[in-house]
């Protein structure tokens, strides 16, 4: 069988992003499995689309989802990046939770 994701690299990273502000690029790459050049190239397509900002303090970089962005399918449009995220952190807390409490019992 293939292994493949619902979510595209793009939405795992900014995911990861929402998750864990203060990553670096390299940290990025290796919760996602890609190369630093792969996570660099999505960050661009990610920051020029305006759905990530950044900000330089000292050498490190800090990235931001901008949480009230439109998602960019028509159908979708009226919801947004902030409330995907949302969803996608609320399902994880609840399987991490499942998970604990299988393992403890």
């Known amino acids: 069988m293939a292994d493949w994701s619902l979510l595209t690299n793009h939405g795992r990273l900014l995911l990861a992003i ?3 502000p203060g990553l670096r690029v390299r940290d990025m790459a ?7 050049r792969g996570v ?9 689309a305006g759905y990530v900002t950044s900000r330089r303090e000292g050498r490190r970089v800090f990235y931001s ?17 902030g409330e995907l995220l949302g969803l996608l952190v609320e399902a994880d807390a609840v399987q991490h939770e499942h998970s604990g409490s299988n393992s403890s019992g």
Do not use: G
């Open 40 to 48: 660099a190239l999505i960050l661009r397509d990610l920051r020029e």
């Open 65 to 81: 989802v901008v949480a009230d962005k439109p998602l960019r399918r028509d159908a979708l449009r009226h919801r947004t990046v």
């Open 18 to 20: 929402e998750n864990e």
């Open 30 to 36: 290796e919760r996602l499995q890609l190369s630093e």
